[in-house]
């Protein structure tokens, strides 16, 4: 096991004007499961593969434990990467599969022996040693990548969107065998995703990235409840979160005919760095309200609603500020509108998420 240190870490792709990955500072703990997230294009895969030595580092360090790992190769680096296409090899077993690279250490049939079976037993493999990848499910195959992953007993695990190729139910179950998995052998995992739900669902710690750059790593929980800006606000959550700009008064936010009362703390601080005489107001879909005509509500146009068994997302739009703006609210089942009907939300006041207009970082 080990800790992962990104120091100042930075990579520019030939003939591109801006970094794809720009000073990137993250300290990764010993034995923490830490997930990258963030859109396509962000710099997650390739801040991964700065690590596994597959991108070169044009500025900063990368260091595992104390040592300096910035250019040495990656056979040297004592990783192990689990690619999103399993990159098994077709012609081999799965026992031949995940001996290989035991094989190529010259490591004794021996040793070779119990680790490929003491993974196998871990990962519920033992069945399937004797058959090659054609015969396996898409599931299955991963956990044989996984396996091949283990068997090396790395101080650090790679998994670069491991689990895009599989279906959605298959997805779900198996990112929770990783999970227990990796808490089990508590080896420090890197793992990168552009799905929100499952950097939420499995990672100790989660870092958000935009265009090359960290926006903020904490506690799935602390992402949620308190982003840091109006970008890890919205892309951190499923339905997003409503946020809108709007204009400012001496007492809060004018959200057309809503009040958004605000501190007047958050009022000076809206007004500073540029401030122009707006602010950006957030609150999520499950922390809102429906509520009678007269009882002070945005009214909303209902285009779309999305019945979950458990719930239903109800999506409209209203007017604010002369435009047509879309939203999302989480309501009871058993109080669903209809299609076309006008609903009254209110956000609840003590969830509400406030945001400086300009630079939209959180006030």
Known sequence: MATVTYSKATRIYAGT????????????????????????????????????????VDDGSIFIDTRDVTNLPPKARD????????????????YENMAFALKLRKTSKS?????VKEAAALL????????????????????????????????????????????????????????????KLGITTVYVTHDQVE???????????????????????????????????????????????????ETGAAFGELAVPLTREQIAAAKADGGDGKVTIGFRPEDTDLVGAGDGG????????????????????????????RFVVRTDRRTMPNMGDTVFVKPRTDKTHVFHSTTGNRL
Do not use: W
């Not at 710099?43 to 700065?50: C, D, E, I, N």
């Not at 040793?111 to 680790?115: F, G, K, L, N, S």
């Not at 926006?215 to 892309?235: E, I, K, M, S, W």
């Not at 009214?299 to 703006?325: I, K, Q, T």
């Open 79 to 94: 990783i192990a990467m689990v690619f999103q296409n399993y990159a098994l090899y077709p012609h081999m077993t799965v």
């Open 124 to 183: 519920q493999l033992e069945e399937y040693l004797g058959r090659k990848p054609k015969a396996l499910s898409g599931g299955q195959r991963q956990r044989v990548a996984m396996g091949r992953a283990i068997v090396r007993e790395p101080q650090v695990f790679l998994m670069d969107e491991p689990l895009s190729n599989l279906d959605a139910k298959l997805r779900v179950q198996t990112r929770t065998q990783i999970a227990t998995l990796q808490a």
């Open 111 to 115: 040793e070779i022996d119990r680790r």
């Open 17 to 56: 004007d801006r970094p794809a990955v720009d000073h990137l500072d993250l300290e990764i703990g010993d034995g923490e499961f830490l997930v990258l997230v963030g859109p396509s294009g962000c710099g997650k895969s390739t801040s991964l593969r700065m690590l596994a030595g597959l991108e070169d």
């Open 199 to 249: 950097a939420m669902t499995m990672g100790h710690r989660v870092a958000v990235m935009n265009a090359g750059l960290l926006q903020q790593v904490d506690t799935p929980r602390a992402l949620y409840d308190t982003p840091a800006n109006v970008f890890v606000a919205g892309f951190m959550g499923s339905p997003a979160m409503n946020i809108k700009t709007v204009p400012l008064t």
């Open 298 to 325: 945005l009214p909303v146009v209902v285009e779309l609603v999305e019945d979950l068994g458990s719930d239903a997302n109800v999506y409209g739009h209203a007017a604010l500020e002369g435009a047509s703006e």
